[in-house]
């Protein structure tokens, strides 16, 4: 049984539609009630973790109980994502789950020196990946108590100097 008032919200960061889309059938799968959302790079990301462009405002996104990231994306990749939202006070305290196709235990090492709660490697065949994703979901919507964050406020006004 779910223990959260809403589902929880899964941001998966991949630039990778198809990819995506696979994800989130397997998480369908699952019978687990949860929210997916999308961000096709670090930059959008970033973007909507700090409400900022097109994701700001007072319709400004409800924060991801979980981050799904991939690593090799354009504009800002994992790794400079997640350096980033591990610098937050707020933001840091949402659990990332590094999900990549990349198997070198350098890029392991490195999401897990920079901060990342785990590292999937994204499965060869669908049925894998809907064994991955199901234990993903159980173990991290299910078993695990995820952080209260504080709700989001808007970025504080600029005072103008004249």
Request: net charge neutral; aromatic share 8%.
């Amino acid at each position: 049984m779910n223990k959260y008032e809403k589902p929880p919200l899964i941001l998966v960061v991949d630039d990778d539609l198809d990819d995506y889309c696979l994800t989130e059938t397997a998480l369908k799968r699952c019978g687990i009630r949860l929210e997916l959302r999308l961000a096709q790079n670090g930059e959008e990301l970033l973007d909507y973790l700090f409400h900022r462009g097109r994701f700001s405002g007072p319709k400004a996104p409800r924060r991801p109980n979980l981050i799904l990231l991939d690593l090799n994306m354009p504009k800002i990749n994992g790794l400079e994502a997640l350096t980033e939202m591990k610098a937050d006070p707020v933001i840091k305290q949402i659990p990332v789950i590094v999900y990549s196709s990349s198997k070198e235990s350098e890029d392991v090492d490195a999401c897990y020196r920079i901060g990342a709660n785990g590292y999937i490697t994204k499965p060869a065949s669908f049925q894998s990946l809907i064994d991955t994703m199901g234990a993903f979901a159980k173990y991290w919507l299910e078993i695990v108590r995820l952080p209260a964050l504080p709700p989001c406020e808007p970025p504080p006004k600029r005072n103008s100097v004249s």
